[in-house]
Nanobody, 123 residues
Framework: VQLQASGGGLVQAGGSLRLSCADR????????VGWFRQAPGLEREFVAG????????TYPDSVKGRFTISRDRVANTVYLQMSNLKPEDTAVYYC?????????????????WGQGTLVTVSS
C-alpha cells in the first residue's frame, strides 16, 4: 500500500474530523488525489479531489461547503477536513492517486488506493 490513510474515528453529528493521506515514498507528487467513501451496501462515492499542485479542487454537492481538501507538497500528504458532519457521512473513507495530474470523479480513473479509514458519525 503506497498511500496511508488515517484520522477516522467516532464523532457526534455537527463535529469535525481531519483525514490524512500520506504518500511516504513520494510516488504521487505529480498525480491528482481523490477521497472516496463507501458505506455498507452502497457504491463507492467521490467526495473530494485535488490536482497535483493543489490549484484545482472538486467536490460533489453532498459535501460542498463542509469538506475541504488540501495538499502539503513538502510533507507529501493530502488532507480532508470534514466539518458539520452528518450521520449519512458514516463510511469507510479511501484516498487514491489518479492516473493523471488531476482528480476526476470516476473511481475507475484512480489506480493506487490507500487502505481506508472508518468515519462514524452518531446522531
Amino acid at each position: 500500500v503506497q498511500l496511508q490513510a488515517s484520522g477516522g474515528g467516532l464523532v457526534q453529528a455537527g463535529g469535525s474530523l481531519r483525514l490524512s493521506c500520506a504518500d511516504r515514498r513520494r510516488l504521487f507528487s505529480n498525480n491528482g488525489v481523490g477521497w472516496f467513501r463507501q458505506a455498507p451496501g452502497l457504491e463507492r462515492e467521490f467526495v473530494a479531489g485535488i490536482s497535483w499542485n493543489g490549484a484545482s479542487t472538486t467536490y460533489p454537492d453532498s459535501v460542498k461547503g463542509r469538506f475541504t481538501i488540501s495538499r502539503d507538497r513538502v510533507a507529501n500528504t493530502v488532507y480532508l477536513q470534514m466539518s458539520n458532519l452528518k450521520p449519512e457521512d458514516t463510511a469507510v473513507y479511501y484516498c487514491a492517486a489518479s492516473r493523471t495530474s488531476f482528480s476526476p470523479t470516476n473511481y475507475a480513473q484512480y489506480n493506487q488506493w490507500g487502505q481506508g479509514t472508518l468515519v462514524t458519525v452518531s446522531s
